[in-house]
């Protein structure tokens, strides 16, 4: 079955940088767009970052727009995200997910189970 499974999470504190992976199985990796979600507590899931197939054409929300940077090896099939000038706002869930080049949770059809990212002020 479809595995995507995230890993990179921990603590870090404000200003820090972390990379985020998401090791995907079960599926042709190079036939999905990838994207990154997050999930704040309390708080519905927000998109993060998109990236096609091939790997061009990324596509940042605007909250982390010029501080994170989505990529893709399809010869490993990982998803990753560099975060860096991280803020307490950015702490939550990571989740990845495959599907079509979209920025709404509706355009994938799988997710993984995510990675917390906590940020400490």
């Known amino acids: 079955q479809v595995q995507l499974v995230e890993s990179g999470g921990g603590l870090v504190q404000t200003g820090g940088s972390l990379r985020l992976s998401c090791a995907a199985s079960?599926?042709?990796?190079?036939?999905?767009?990838m994207g990154w979600f997050r999930q704040a507590p309390g708080k519905e899931r927000e998109f993060v970052a998109v990236i096609s197939r091939t790997g061009g054409g990324p596509y940042y929300g605007d909250s982390v727009k010029g501080r994170f940077t989505i990529s893709r090896d399809n010869a490993k099939n990982t998803l990753y995200l560099q975060m860096n000038s991280l803020k307490p706002d950015d702490t939550a869930v990571y989740h990845c997910a495959a599907g079509s080049y979209s920025h709404v949770e509706e355009g994938y059809a799988y997710w993984g189970q995510g990675t917390q990212v906590t940020v400490s002020s």
């Open positions: 079960g599926l042709t990796f190079s036939n999905y767009a």
